[in-house]
């Protein structure tokens, strides 16, 4: 597992990837209209787990979603990552551990429109100082990876919505991120374009001994992954085995 140089309070088991405890998050603190949205969540993930994260609208598991990719806070509880406490970081820091130890996919792909497969996939990679020769060479290998290389000149007018989306895995996967998260990745995409970017998952999962934690309201979807955690009203309801 790679070290980092921010301090541990405590360290995590070997190939325990995510450590939650007790994590609460509330909006408009002190005011009348206050909401508690997630309720005292507590999760765990291994390293190299192909997790999904299920519910309905409203469940939490968008919330939860932005704690775990350190795009938000807990209002309060303990949340470590790789050992490190995400929870009491800075935002410098949490914006280092987005660039370089999570891997985004969304459901709108949010490819630069102007900018060809090839300059998207390196984008990330800019932001962690890698240099030019370098950054060319791992985009087009993980361009080829989703089965994209004979398209990484093309802008993302030019690519239909599956191939957009192999190209927002590639992205994701630049800096050789310790975990994956997609959200809602094949929301746009058609039924049998949805199952071909699923395969993908798979691949990487497999091939790669990546973690992936898939936000989805699919339950089918769920299904094909290793373990499923349903969200009901802030509280995990359910923690059962996928069929993967």
Same mark, same amino acid.
């Given at each position: 597992?790679?070290?980092?140089?921010?301090?541990?309070?405590?360290?995590?088991?070997?190939?325990?990837?995510?450590?939650?405890?007790?994590?609460?998050?509330?909006?408009?603190?002190?005011?009348?209209?206050?909401?508690?949205?997630?309720?005292?969540?507590?999760?765990?993930?291994?390293?190299?787990?192909?997790?999904?994260?299920?519910?309905?609208?409203?469940?939490?598991? /968008?919330?939860?979603? @932005?704690?775990?990719? $350190?795009?938000? %806070?807990?209002? =309060?509880?303990?949340?470590?990552?790789?050992?490190? +406490?995400?929870?009491?970081?800075?935002?410098?820091?949490?914006?280092?551990?987005?660039?370089r130890r999570?891997?985004?996919?969304?459901?709108?792909?949010y490819?630069?429109?102007?900018?060809?497969?090839?300059?998207?996939?390196e984008?990330?990679?800019?932001?962690?100082g890698?240099?030019?020769?370098?950054?060319?060479?791992?985009?087009?290998?993980?361009?080829?990876?989703?089965?994209?290389?004979?398209?990484?000149?093309?802008?993302?007018?030019?690519? /239909?919505g599956?191939? @957009?989306?192999?190209? $927002?895995?590639? %992205?994701a996967? =630049?800096n050789?991120?310790?975990i994956i998260?997609? +959200?809602?990745?094949?929301?746009?995409?058609d039924?049998?374009?949805?199952?071909?970017?699923?395969?993908?998952?798979?691949?990487?999962?497999?091939e790669?001994?990546?973690?992936?934690?898939?936000?989805?309201?699919s339950?089918?979807?769920?299904?094909?992954?290793e373990?499923?955690?349903?969200?009901?009203?802030?509280?995990?309801?359910?923690?059962?085995?996928?069929?993967?």
């Amino acid at each position: 597992m790679k070290k980092t140089a921010v301090q541990e309070k405590t360290p995590p088991a070997s190939d325990m990837m995510i450590d939650m405890k007790q994590i609460v998050k509330r909006y408009y603190i002190g005011q009348p209209n206050e909401l508690q949205i997630l309720n005292e969540i507590s999760l765990q993930v291994n390293e190299g787990q192909f997790v999904s994260i299920v519910g309905e609208s409203g469940s939490g598991k /968008s919330t939860l979603m @932005n704690i775990i990719g $350190a795009l938000d %806070r807990p209002t =309060s509880g303990s949340y470590f990552l790789e050992g490190m +406490d995400i929870a009491n970081m800075r935002d410098v820091q949490l914006s280092n551990i987005r660039n370089r130890r999570i891997g985004f996919v969304f459901q709108n792909f949010y490819l630069i429109p102007r900018t060809s497969a090839l300059k998207n996939v390196e984008i990330p990679m800019m932001y962690a100082g890698i240099g030019r020769r370098e950054r060319r060479e791992r985009a087009e290998a993980l361009l080829e990876t989703v089965g994209m290389k004979d398209r990484m000149s093309h802008k993302p007018n030019e690519l /239909s919505g599956g191939q @957009n989306q192999r190209v $927002a895995i590639a %992205r994701a996967m =630049s800096n050789n991120p310790a975990i994956i998260l997609a +959200d809602e990745p094949t929301g746009a995409l058609d039924s049998k374009t949805g199952h071909m970017v699923m395969d993908l998952f798979h691949k990487l999962h497999e091939e790669k001994k990546k973690t992936i934690i898939l936000i989805t309201h699919s339950p089918e979807l769920a299904k094909e992954t290793e373990r499923i955690i349903t969200l009901c009203d802030g509280s995990i309801e359910h923690d059962t085995q996928g069929g993967v």
